[in-house]
């Protein structure tokens, strides 16, 4: 009730501008989410501008129009929701926009950037992903793939059509969340969720083929941690 009241106390001064750091944060859970869309709604209704401070990144997707992504007090991007969510500059902006958040594996590109190798799997890129590697000279090196859960699928027509992007692994933890499931895995020596539909029959100790869409992957320089394609 404290945090709507103060609202309402800024509001009846009618600002140009209004400046908010971490307005829902010592709220609960429902009502954080009750109270974002009354922020959203003000924001409309006004037409004033909002400044808005938050560790959230729902938060910043759901109500920005732009948003700055900062790290260690440096500027990593400034773009609109859509963008930073497709188009992440680098595997920072990439981890950090998202949730569950973007999976990270290391592989070796081949000779003409059209596959990459990945603890022994040989995973095919679009050509369009193809030309940008290779035409920012990265032939037989070394790279970061980012893939996001809701793009590895485990059903059985997607693995099928995507066979030249299928990789295997054994379920480690299984999570029912109603609408979606995900699927914990460990691959390369890392730990990947796969988001998926709740009608599907794995569960924690199968053995099950995933399918990477690999039109939606995105390219990290290991070094530098830049966006090399997207």
């Known amino acids: 009730q404290r945090q709507r009241v103060a609202m309402g106390r800024a509001i009846v001064r009618n600002p140009k501008v209004f400046l908010m750091d971490e307005p829902l944060s010592n709220l609960d859970a429902k009502l954080r989410v009750q109270m974002r ?7 409309d209704s006004l037409g004033a501008t909002m400044i808005y401070v938050t560790h959230d990144q729902t938060e910043a997707m759901t109500l920005g129009t732009r948003i700055v992504v900062m790290k260690d007090g440096v500027v990593q ?7 930073l969510y497709q188009k992440p500059c680098n595997l920072f902006v990439a981890g950090f926009i998202g949730s569950p958040q973007m999976n990270f594996l290391e592989g070796t590109l081949n000779a003409d950037c059209s596959a990459i190798q990945v603890n022994g799997a040989s995973l095919q890129i679009p050509p369009a992903k193809t030309k940008a590697l290779a035409d920012a000279g990265y032939a037989n090196k070394s790279v970061i793939l980012g893939i996001r859960p809701e793009d590895i699928h485990d059903s059985q027509i997607f693995v099928d059509t995507q066979s030249a992007s299928v990789i295997e692994a054994k379920i480690s933890v299984y999570e029912l969340l109603g609408a979606e499931v995900y699927l914990y895995f460990d691959y390369a020596g890392t730990q990947v969720t796969a988001r998926v539909d709740p009608r599907t029959t794995a569960r924690g100790g199968d053995t099950v083929k995933f399918a990477l869409d690999m039109e939606k992957a995105h390219f990290f320089d290991k070094d530098t941690e830049l966006t090399i394609a997207n």
């Open 37 to 43: 869309t009354e922020i959203s709604k003000l924001h």
């Open 77 to 83: 991007q400034i773009d609109t929701p859509a963008n």
